[in-house]
């Protein structure tokens, strides 16, 4: 059984990690107030711009900063539209989504149809690699799967300890307030929302150096989405960001591991179970609105107007 | 399951996204005879779609100004698909061609209206005068496949990732699963369906599940490379489909099954320029030139190399038809007796596994 379960565990690991890392980035963006929904976008983007700096030679820390760059330029042309130019968030994330989705098929054309030449490939930890189930999933990630393991730490203590953290926050509940007890709120959601690009162009580059390997139109596949969804699903917290992708991959593994051992179930239930385990949570969710709401940013998608 | 997906972003979101995840583009000629295509995915996908576009751009190339040609890209197989093809018949294009199945009854609906308009929808099963079908008997390269699969395979499990339930793709599973049976009498193909032609995390996570069961060798009927790619990274071994896959994963790619469009989309537009539009239901295989078996790796063994050769040699005199008698079911009845073959009517219906495959084919509705 323990042998089953192992690969089963490693499958939902490693769909798991993009969607962490890119719910993260987003998390920060709305704690602080802006609702951008344009990770999918940001994603592809942060992909090719990896895939291309590797496939022309460039090395892995290249194309991570490439990555994160690309997702990062994105999400400042979105930030300039909704907290310079006081756009509608909706919409300008939504175009931001197209935007990215465009460019990154346009200047992909020519990046189809081979491997990526360098690639982060799975580091087993020594010793802990041993150990039964959790070895050779957790502890045989790829890099950047350690990464966001670290990334999950950073940003919970950066939003539960740390003074930046709790401006941040408040910015989220209440820019007024923020703006008249002297913080930079317009600056403040500038870099959060750089950030949830940066972290969105990583989970890019994961998708095209770490796990598929290649470049691809389209291929996060909607997963952008996904992400998006977490971070509601996980109630503005990181820990539940995490623990929700690793539900939606474990339970999308779980299906195709019931098929691939002859187990008969209807293709359609099985491809609907992540989502119906999104809904189930999400009813268990709403029945304590206070939970939601406590940690839902009260100023969530309104504009700003900042007069500094 | 881009759909669903999408769905989900809208349901989050209030917006939906199919609608703006259909961009027209527009190729440049002269005037003459208008050409639309109406493809499922990108043509950067880099498999299905980008088969049919190398197709688009043989035509092009062939006849030069004499044919405008179009395409829509990332078109879902649902009311859109007729939206998009009542456009593209609206503008002007005298030819359409449909290339996915689930376009089927959007194409014959909109055909209705256009009567002047030829259509031609690839892998169908339902015709109109102005409705003619084409296909490509793919699963004469995955039998290939099994061939070679049979030879390789240490442990004598198969995989497949399957996308839709529908006789497409079930014929290639009991074509893979025959041709490796030729070699290997016990061996068995366990088969994982997805519910999509396109979604590389899907495709990763079901050729994952495979591969943990025992798999060792893959074959997909997906339109992505993500199977291969995690074949490589698993250490074990898998095949290309609908382009040469090569490339994606050098250390996994056994062969390719790829389909070839441009000689027949060339064929439809010269006999359209001559005014006398091509008519007949043209299912083309290996013989026909419509598909192939290429880039044999230096990873498949010499006896396995010969053994596909001769058959796609049989094949391409006429002398072995994949579905022909005695073949069993699963539950290891005969299913078409020895002497008899299963006609075209038959194999594009088909819906049961042969013996050797596993698992209970889910219905398609």
């Known amino acids: 059984m323990l042998d089953s379960l192992t690969p089963l565990l490693a499958s939902a690991v490693a769909a798991a990690i993009p969607l962490i890392i890119a719910a993260l980035g987003e998390l920060i963006a ?10 999918e976008g940001m994603m592809l983007v942060g992909g090719l711009a990896a895939f291309v700096t590797v496939a022309h030679g460039g090395g892995l820390t290249a194309a991570v ?15 300039f539209v909704t907290l310079t130019l006081q756009a509608n968030q909706v919409a300008a994330g939504l175009s931001l989504t197209i935007l990215g989705t465009g460019i990154s098929a346009f200047f992909g054309r020519g990046y189809v149809g081979f491997r990526a030449p360098a690639s982060f490939d799975d580091l087993p930890l020594p010793l802990l690699r041993e150990v039964p189930l959790l070895g050779a999933s957790l502890f045989s990630m790829n890099l950047l799967g350690y990464a966001a393991v670290v990334l999950l730490g950073a940003v919970i203590w950066f939003l539960t300890r740390s003074k930046a953290g709790l401006a941040l926050r408040s910015i989220g509940e ?8 002297g913080l930079p709120v317009t600056r403040v959601r500038y870099a959060a929302v750089a950030f949830g690009g940066a972290m969105s162009g990583l989970a890019g580059c994961y998708y095209a150096v770490a796990q598929f390997k290649m470049w691809q139109e389209g291929l996060t596949s909607g997963n ?14 990181p820990a539940r960001v995490a623990l929700g992708a690793l539900l939606f991959g474990g339970v999308t593994a779980f299906g195709l591991y019931l098929q691939a051992i002859g187990v008969h179930v209807s293709t359609f239930a099985l491809g609907s179970l992540p989502y119906l385990a999104t809904i189930l949570v999400l009813v268990i969710i709403s029945t304590n609105q206070l939970m939601i709401r406590r940690n839902a940013p009260a100023s969530l998608g309104k504009p700003f107007f900042d007069d500094s | 399951m881009k759909a669903w997906k999408s769905a989900l972003g809208a349901v989050v979101v209030g917006a939906s996204m199919l609608s703006m995840a259909v961009m027209p583009n527009t190729a440049r000629a002269a005037d003459p005879l208008k050409m639309a295509w109406v493809y499922l995915g990108p043509p950067g996908d880099g498999g299905w779609t980008y088969a049919h576009d190398i197709g688009r751009k ?3 190339k062939k006849l030069g100004d004499k044919v405008k040609t179009t395409f829509v890209e990332n078109v879902p197989e649902n009311a859109d698909a007729e939206r998009v093809i009542r456009d593209l018949a ?14 089927m009854d959007s194409t014959l609906k909109v055909a209705k209206s256009f009567p002047k308009t030829e259509f031609y929808h690839a892998t169908g099963f339902k015709s109109a005068p102005n409705v003619t079908i084409y296909n490509s008997r793919m699963y004469e390269p995955a039998y290939l496949a099994g061939i070679i699969a049979g030879h390789v395979s240490k442990k004598g499990v198969l995989g497949f990732v399957a996308s839709f339930p529908i006789p497409e793709v079930v014929r290639n599973i009991d074509a893979y699963t025959m041709g490796a049976r030729t070699v290997n009498p016990k061996i068995t193909t366990k088969v994982v369906w997805i519910n999509s032609w396109f979604d590389p995390s899907k495709e990763r996570q079901a050729a994952e599940a495979l591969i943990g069961q025992g798999a060792d060798v893959l074959l997909q009927n997906t339109d992505s490379s993500a199977v291969l790619q995690t074949a490589q990274d698993k250490g074990v071994y898998a095949f290309g489909w609908d382009s040469d896959m090569t490339a ?11 389909e070839v469009w441009g000689g027949y989309y060339t064929k439809v537009a010269e006999a359209a320029l001559s005014g006398k539009p091509l008519k007949s239901t043209v299912w083309g295989g290996i013989k026909e030139g419509m598909n192939d078996l290429v880039s044999i790796s230096s990873l498949v063994p010499d006896a396995a190399k010969k053994a596909a050769e001769a058959k796609k040699a049989d094949i391409k005199a006429g002398k072995f038809a994949v579905f ?3 073949i069993k079911g699963q539950d290891g009845s005969i299913k078409v007796a020895a002497g008899t073959s299963l006609d075209d009517k038959a194999i594009d219906s088909i819906n049961w596994y042969v013996e050797g495959v596993e698992g209970q084919l889910p219905s398609a509705k």
């Open chain 1, 30 to 39: 709305e704690r602080s107030g802006v609702l951008n929904l344009g990770l």
């Open chain 1, 65 to 79: 900063l490439a990555a994160m760059l690309a997702g990062m330029v994105l999400a400042l042309i979105f930030g």
């Open chain 1, 174 to 181: 209440s820019p007024s307030v923020a703006r008249s007890l």
């Open chain 1, 224 to 237: 952008g989405w996904i992400a998006l969804a977490l971070v509601v699903f996980a109630t503005w917290r």
């Open chain 2, 58 to 60: 043989a035509v092009e």
């Open chain 2, 90 to 103: 609206a503008k002007g294009n005298k030819i359409i061609f449909t290339t996915s199945f689930g376009y």
């Open chain 2, 248 to 258: 994606y994963a050098p250390k996994a790619h056994l062969a390719s099954s790829i």
């Open chain 2, 324 to 326: 022909a008698g005695p």
